[in-house]
């Protein structure tokens, strides 16, 4: 039997054990009697010697010019090439997603890669007239310092290289704690870092328990941003600790995504797109579609279309050919989604799924049968709270401006989408839905890397991440004035 190893911290350049008594397994959830490697809770301490480490390497990397620093991203770009199909191995085997979904992820990281070097020579501010003859007035970005990154496992390679490559090319060092139950594809993301020549102390990870590991992180005085995906429970905790130390904070957080279906829509089209919003990648992205809101004449035949969809669905290992669908993260998970489909029997109408799937080897996994609820009323707990497990609520509505607002009649705003051919629809519903991404005739998710990516509402605090605005969140502007009269006859300074 071989050994099962412990993941090591990466602080200032090296991979150092860590002194923690206790470790965490990171099990397969497709199988888990499969123990992928051990997690150590690292003391806080360990956090403190990262975040030394970052502090230590801030001079000489900002002294970088920044496109130079995005350069060193062609490098990672290249060795992560190298490295897809081992990384999405390694993802696919402890977050349990497909095999071409986690490919898929991937290479999304690389398409961000790529928009990101770019940034390193965008990395501008703005000239503006002055009041005064002779002046130049103008902005400039600059590094914060350092930042703190804290990350989910349900994208374990995106999330994190789309915080730590904006924040390493505005000129910050780094202090990353990834997700508890995704240490190996973490491990892989600053092992290419490393390999890529990014200089010891810029990017450093810790491993351990967000109370512990990710709580020194937001509080350290040397901190000056922090950058969070996950729950909102816990984005509200790091917003409220941040904003004690007026520290910059982002949170990218819940969610409880709407497609609407209007009555002229192509049903095939809106069933699809729905069906792959609710139950790829396990209901477990932040932009999966949890609600359909549907015309109540196109109703039945939408549903039984969505149902085909999930008969569809092969649950089973990602690595295996033909499986369609992986299993929740972990047991935890797992019993939560079910939990609300238990809630949800007594609220709506089951119209499949609703248990855990346990047949042959399922059994030793976490796995969920795709769950369909139908007239699902507006005030119930399927309905308002957020479940990342493949389930979808149906809420019937009579009329347009009824679905407006049940799409826009819950705490979240991340995404949403709206199936129609009517142009006056589609419009006032991109204007009216209370989302920060919306989409048309094509499914809740995805996000390309040239957009700002974000929500609204309890979904979201901070700037946008991807696209031009992730920049402007790792880095503060200055305003500069220069007068070159050379004489002093400034009489207007008010
Ligand atoms: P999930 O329920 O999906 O684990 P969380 O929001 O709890 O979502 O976790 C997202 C990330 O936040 C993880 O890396 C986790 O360790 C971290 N985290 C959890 N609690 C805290 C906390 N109190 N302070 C800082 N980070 C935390």
Redesign the pocket.
């Known amino acids: 039997m071989t050994e099962i190893s412990t993941h090591r911290n990466y602080i200032g350049g090296e991979w150092r054990a860590s002194s923690a008594t206790e470790t965490l397994d990171n099990v397969n959830p497709a199988d888990a009697r499969q123990v992928l490697g051990r997690v150590p809770r690292s003391p806080r301490q360990e956090a403190r010697d990262a975040i030394d480490a970052a502090v230590a390497a801030r001079a000489a990397w900002r002294a970088i010019p920044a496109p130079a620093r995005a350069r060193k991203f062609l490098k990672i770009h290249q060795v992560m090439e190298g490295r897809i199909d081992e990384l999405a191995r390694a993802l696919t085997r402890e977050e349990g997603k497909i095999f071409p979904e986690a490919k898929g992820e991937v290479l999304k990281t690389l398409n961000l890669i790529e928009w990101f070097i770019g940034e390193g020579m965008r990395y501008i501010g703005r000239t503006a007239p002055s009041e005064m003859p002779n002046n130049l007035a103008y902005t400039v970005r600059q590094p914060i310092g350092t930042v703190g990154l804290?990350?989910?496992?349900?994208f374990p390679v995106a999330i994190p290289v789309w915080k730590i490559a904006p924040a390493l090319i505005a000129g910050n060092t780094v202090v990353f704690?990834?997700?508890?139950?995704t240490p190996a594809t973490a491990q892989i993301c600053v092992e290419i870092c490393e390999e890529a020549g990014i200089p010891a102390g810029v990017v450093n990870m810790v491993f351990?328990?967000?109370?512990?590991?990710?709580?020194e992180?937001?509080r350290h005085p040397e901190v000056g941003a922090i950058s969070?995906?996950?729950?909102?429970?816990?984005?509200t905790?790091?917003y409220e600790?941040g904003a004690a130390a007026l520290k910059k904070v982002q949170c990218e957080?819940g969610g409880k995504n709407p497609v609407v279906v209007l009555e002229d829509a192509d049903l095939d089209l809106a069933a699809l797109g729905t069906a792959q919003g609710a139950f790829g990648s396990t209901g477990q992205r932040c932009t999966a579609t949890s609600r359909a809101i549907v015309i109540d004449s196109v109703a039945d035949a939408f549903v039984e279309k969505v149902i085909a969809h999930a008969d569809a669905v092969k649950a089973g290992n990602g690595l295996d050919e033909g499986v369609t669908m992986g299993p929740s993260?972990d047991e935890r998970?797992m019993n939560k989604v079910l939990d609300y489909i238990e809630i949800g029997k007594g609220e709506a109408k089951l119209a499949r799924g609703g248990k855990r799937l346990t047949e042959g080897d399922l059994a030793h996994g976490f796995f969920v049968d795709p769950t369909v609820f139908d007239e699902v009323s507006r005030d119930t707990r399927i309905a308002r709270e957020e479940i990342?497990g493949p389930v979808l609520s149906v809420l019937r509505v009579k009329d347009f401006d009824e679905a407006m607002a049940a799409a826009n009649d819950v705490d979240y705003g991340l995404t949403s989408s709206i199936y129609t051919v009517d142009p006056n629809r589609m419009f006032r519903f991109i204007d009216e839905i209370e989302t920060g991404i919306t989409h048309v005739n094509s499914p809740t998710m995805g996000g390309e890397a040239q957009l700002p990516f974000g929500g609204i509402k309890a979904t979201g605090v901070g700037e946008r991440e991807m696209g031009p605005t992730a920049i402007e969140f790792f880095s503060e502007l200055k305003t500069v004035y220069i007068d070159y009269t050379g004489s002093s006859r400034k009489s207007n300074i008010y």
């Open positions: 804290i990350t989910p496992w349900n704690k990834p997700a508890e139950a351990g328990d967000g109370p512990e590991v990710g709580d992180i937001i969070f995906t996950g729950s909102t429970a816990t984005g905790r790091i600790a957080m993260i998970q990342f």
